[in-house]
């Protein structure tokens, strides 16, 4: 059995929480700016943000 798949799936796996975490990290900046201080975003972590984002900081923070 070739382990090189497993290893590949895990290496993507890997990449995809960091890709989630980088389009996290660029929405929450971005409302930043817009907002001029990072204050109502503090308000709305770790489980009140837009749905659409929620998924994305889920993923990003998944221990798994």
């Not at 993507?12 to 660029?26: H, S, Y």
């Amino acid at each position: 059995t070739c382990a090189l798949p497993i290893f590949v799936q895990k290496e993507i796996a890997k990449l995809e929480k960091v890709l989630d975490m980088l389009q996290f990290k660029c929405w929450y900046y971005d409302q930043a700016v817009k907002d001029g201080n990072e204050d109502r975003i503090q308000s709305i972590l770790p489980d009140r943000l837009p749905e659409d984002i929620q998924k994305i900081y889920n993923r990003s923070h998944n221990d798994q």
